[in-house]
């Protein structure tokens, strides 16, 4: 292997790391996203009315199905 071939091969291969790193961030933004949007505490807490009206329709839904 030349120099050049060896430096661009550490290139590529900083390349797939740096792209790597970003990936796993990534993932773990989303994560944390999707735990907090589906938190049924904070909705409750933040949205009291809404998660009385949710649970009013779903339950006469429910109750009225036979």
């Known amino acids: 292997m030349t120099t ?3 430096n661009e091969l550490a290139r590529a291969e900083a390349n797939v790391e740096r792209t790597r790193e970003r990936v796993a961030n990534s ?11 589906t938190d049924w505490r904070h909705w409750v807490t933040h949205r009291p009315g809404t998660v009385l009206g949710a649970a009013f329709v779903l339950g006469f839904w429910f109750g009225s199905r036979r």
Not at 27 to 37: G, I, N, W
């Open 27 to 37: 993932v773990v933004a989303l994560r944390d996203e999707v735990v907090k949007k």
């Open 4 to 6: 050049n071939n060896i």
